[in-house]
């Protein structure tokens, strides 16, 4: 589990004009656009591309090789576990964030298949970008 010391990081690139690279994987619409929203305050966080399903977010990582992924859980085709264990297959150094609202037992689930960071998703308006920030090594 990741722990916060503070709340008060500004999520930056580390290499100046290079961005993190960020996909968004939820199946409704609006938390997407919510997400995607927060995070176009950071200046270090480019939004490249969206996914409804697990299924399309693995097709997405393949073809978009992000950073990050923002993924949440209980989706259709394809839930966010499989997919993860999927996308760490291939790309292990992307870093994935589960942002659900499942229980432990989910959470332990999320670890096994190599989710780097969860993140409850009452607190995303608040963790989300520190979390980010954590996760991801200091160079691209």
Same mark, same amino acid.
């Given at each position: 589990?990741?722990?916060?010391?503070?709340?008060?990081?500004k999520?930056e690139a580390?290499?100046?004009?290079n961005k993190?690279?960020v $996909?968004l994987?939820?199946?409704?619409?609006?938390?997407?656009s919510?997400? *995607?929203?927060l995070l176009?305050r950071?200046?270090?966080l480019?939004?490249?591309?969206?996914?409804?399903?697990g299924?399309?977010a693995?097709r997405?990582?393949?073809r978009l090789?992000p !950073?990050v992924? $923002?993924?949440?859980?209980h989706?259709p085709v394809?839930?966010?576990?499989?997919?993860?264990r999927?996308? *760490?297959k291939?790309l292990?150094?992307?870093?994935i964030?589960?942002?659900?609202?499942? !229980?432990g037992?989910?959470?332990?689930a999320?670890?096994e298949?190599?989710?780097?960071?969860?993140?409850? *998703?009452a607190?995303?308006m608040?963790r $989300?970008?520190t979390?980010i920030?954590s996760v $991801?090594p200091d160079?691209l």
């Open positions: 589990m990741i722990y916060f010391v503070s709340m008060n990081v999520v580390s290499i100046p004009g993190r690279r $996909l994987v939820d199946d409704v619409e609006d938390i997407r919510m997400v *995607k929203q176009s950071h200046p270090g480019e939004i490249v591309g969206q996914a409804h399903d299924a399309e693995v997405e990582a393949e090789r !950073d992924i $923002l993924m949440d859980i989706m394809m839930d966010g576990i499989a997919a993860t999927a996308i *760490k291939f292990p150094a992307t870093r964030i589960v942002v659900s609202v499942s !229980d037992a989910t959470h332990r999320a670890r298949a190599g989710a780097d960071g969860i993140c409850d *998703k607190d995303v608040t $989300l970008p979390m920030e $991801l160079a």
